[in-house]
């Protein structure tokens, strides 16, 4: 098309075969098989899941490589269904045709402070459908704001005393940074979830990174 080549339908079943044909083909000839996948995933989540499935895939099958996509989480889901990535880790699904969906996971998005918090600002992306559900139910939120869209960064503002960071609970401990939830205060429940397609699981690379993650 206009927009470039993309697989056909068709081709997206023929794919896996293929791949393993092309495997075959290296094996007899004593090459090492190049197997890649593309994983997509916000950033913030690939900081807290990605370690961990990295370091069991090596010990699993050290020869798979992969390329990791970032965006949000609604774009990695869109980009998953348009075969733009193998793998989509995504928080809170869109449920989509021909997609498979497998809950991973939960998160909390709560709001934060350092106990060194010297003024009454909200840091948050004004994005983040979670951050908007949860000011809106806060009756004491402060009406000045940092608008952060990284969540990283949002979080070592909170960390310095700038402000309540409006954070998921899973930025907080990796980067390991001395928050406290607020108490009293709204919260909003997130639900992690694996992608793809049915064929990516006809491999058997495939349906190893399916169950690993």
């Keep these: 098309s206009k927009d470039g080549l993309k697989l056909t339908p068709q081709g997206k079943n023929l794919l896996p075969d293929a791949l393993n044909s092309l495997k075959s083909l290296d094996r007899i000839k004593g090459k090492r098989p190049l197997v890649k996948f593309k994983i997509g995933c916000h950033a913030s989540v690939g900081l807290f899941i990605l370690g961990d499935f990295l370091k069991i895939m ?34 809170n699904p869109i449920s989509l045709q021909g997609l498979i ?15 060194d918090r010297y003024q009454d600002k909200l840091i948050y992306n004004p994005q983040m459908l979670q951050a908007t ?20 960064l949002a979080a070592v503002l909170a960390a310095s005393g700038a402000g309540f960071g409006i954070l998921p609970t899973q930025v907080v401990k990796v980067l390991d940074l ?7 205060t709204p919260t909003f429940k997130d639900h992690l979830a694996l992608v793809c397609y049915p064929d990516m699981l006809k491999s058997p690379e495939g349906k190893m990174i399916f169950e690993s993650l």
Excluded: C, Y
């Design 58 to 91: 090596h010990k699993e099958n050290s020869e798979i490589d992969f390329e990791v996509v970032t965006g949000s989480s609604h774009d990695i889901n869109k980009m998953t269904a348009k075969g733009e990535v193998d793998f989509g880790i995504v928080m």
């Design 101 to 115: 969906t497998k809950t991973i996971g939960e998160d909390e998005v709560a709001i934060w402070e350092s106990k």
């Design 133 to 152: 559900s949860i000011i809106s139910r806060w009756k004491a939120a402060p009406e000045q704001a940092i608008d952060v869209t990284n969540l990283e």
């Design 178 to 184: 001395k928050l406290k939830k607020v108490p009293n």
